[in-house]
């Protein structure tokens, strides 16, 4: 209509006011529909619809959404809020308690602009495997191994427990009164208190102690077990009828149908050259015992580093084993300073989170398991290991039936002490099929960070601090930020 007006226009000033209303309406219209696109630019995408391109991500209202894969299409996932790190506080001046003369206040350097920290968007849970997905298989026929499904015969890993503690001697070995205080004093109260604080209070293991020394009327040779610790047992070695008879022994006068294993502590000698956890098959009020641990005192007595023997046997009860090489050239690092199971004498007993999580004391939302990479980056916060919060303690990446790479959080606590510089995330990896002492745990790390110990002897902790990355076949592990509640890791594919 408009057009067909102009058609018929005969005067020029008529037709250019004209002209001009048209070139307006025209700007106006341009206008409103660049409004247009701009609003439906800026709108939230919504979880579940179409998006153009895989790990795109477009921030909006304090919520990042990411382009994801769900079956053969792309879609927006759920919006993640997004984590900024607070900045350091500024010391403020301390103010002066004499007055000073007024003068003509000096020029001041003009303040360098602020630096806006980075923001993360952290991976949401559900974009993760469940951690049922991440338990790796093993080979191995022993019931110590670092796979799953775990042995029935190991002792419970959960709930309010309870043991035994038997002080034996023979009629060529006295009673020593050591045995019990060493117990008393050293090994109970340290097993006692790591077991709950490692487990978040999930398990409390109470050790009694049967006071009244047991008369076992053998020779302490009887046993076959006097081969000297470095020495291979003798085929006719008997731990497990030492651990019988004391049984016979203290069953008259004490109920066993409450406890779930069985120590037997003998004195200090050197006709028993061995100690350490054992498999039995033994009943007693109705109770069937598969484990116990034996031997005497001679190997941890008066020793603070060995306050963990006990920690340490009773791992192998729980079904873990010496998950370091043993055999390897630590000459570079010195050896892995993590948990009891490393050696007798660990710098840091705390389990590592693999042992935590084949024991079953994580729950499902402090774990992030990776069975195959959906997203081309996972971001997230792990809290320290030694936490005892919600918040995630590990992230698992699972690289096939049996072996997996394991992530997790170090900070100095009760359970063990660290440096500033030894502090970080540790990397390493698990393969199941690997035996004990051979390496099923293997560290995966750029700088040792020796700590050197007494006797020349050096430890490490190959930990990962704000900046630092490693990569294993194609698997990126990096330290983005580390701030007060945890460490904020991205895990990526090459």
């Given at each position: ?6 058609t ?83 010391p ?16 001041q ?61 023979f ?33 409390k ?19 076959n ?79 603070p ?26 000459g ?14 660990s ?47 590990t ?100």
């Amino acid at each position: 209509m408009y057009e067909c007006e102009l058609t018929f226009v005969t005067s020029k000033n008529y037709s250019l006011r004209v002209l001009k209303r048209k070139s307006l309406l025209l700007a106006i219209t341009f206008i409103l529909v660049g409004v247009s696109i701009g609003a439906v630019n800026a709108a939230a995408p919504k979880t579940g619809a179409i998006c153009a391109k895989l790990g795109m991500k477009l921030t909006y209202s304090g919520k990042t959404y990411t382009c994801i894969k769900s079956g053969k299409k792309l879609v927006w996932s759920k919006g993640v809020v997004t984590v900024k790190p607070s900045p350091s506080a500024s010391p403020s001046p301390s103010p002066s308690s004499s007055p000073e003369p007024k003068e003509s206040p000096a020029a001041q350097p003009t303040p360098k602009p602020s630096i806006t920290p980075a923001i993360y968007s952290l991976t949401s849970q559900d974009q993760f495997n469940k951690s049922v997905d991440c338990k790796v298989s093993t080979k191995l026929s022993a019931a110590e191994n670092y796979g799953f499904p775990r042995a029935s015969s190991l002792i419970p890993t959960l709930g309010e427990r309870r043991a035994i503690a038997l002080f034996v001697y023979f009629d060529d070995l006295p009673f020593d009164p050591k045995q019990i205080s060493e117990w008393e004093n050293n090994q109970i109260p340290t097993f006692e208190k790591y077991i709950e604080a490692m487990s978040y209070g999930k398990l409390k293991y109470k050790i009694d102690l049967f006071r009244t020394p047991l008369h076992i009327k053998k020779s302490v040779l009887s046993y076959n077990l006097d081969t000297p610790h470095d020495k291979p047992m003798k085929p006719n070695a008997d731990f497990a009828g030492l651990i019988r008879d004391a049984v016979a022994v203290a069953d008259p006068l004490l109920d066993f149908s409450g406890f779930e294993f069985i120590n037997v502590v003998t004195p200090a000698t050197d006709k028993i050259g061995f100690e350490g956890a054992a498999g039995t098959e033994i009943r007693a009020d109705g109770k069937l015992f598969t484990r116990a641990t034996f031997g005497g005192i001679r190997e941890y007595q008066d020793d603070p580093k060995k306050k963990i023997w006990l920690l340490h046997e009773a791992g192998h009860l729980m079904g873990l084993i010496h998950q370091f090489d043993v055999s390897a050239d630590w000459g570079r690092s010195g050896f892995p300073m993590w948990s009891a199971m490393a050696t007798g004498v660990s710098e840091m007993p705390e389990f590592i989170a693999w042992e935590k999580f084949l024991v079953g004391w994580f729950d499902e939302n402090q774990i992030r398991c990776i069975n195959n990479f959906e997203l081309p980056e996972y971001t997230t916060q792990i809290s320290s290991l030694s936490e005892m919060d919600s918040g995630v303690k590990t992230v698992m990446i699972r690289l096939g039936t049996s072996e997996i790479l394991v992530v997790e959080n170090r900070k100095s606590s009760d359970l063990g002490y660290l440096s500033k510089a030894e502090e970080g995330v540790f990397v390493y990896l698990i393969d199941a099929n690997i035996e004990s002492n051979k390496g099923a745990a293997k560290p995966i790390f750029n700088n040792p960070k020796t700590r050197m110990l007494s006797a020349n002897r050096a430890v490490f902790p190959g930990t990962l601090q704000k900046g630092e990355s490693v990569s294993y076949r194609g698997i990126k592990v990096e330290v983005l930020d580390s701030q007060t509640n945890g460490d904020i890791i991205r895990i990526s594919k090459s």
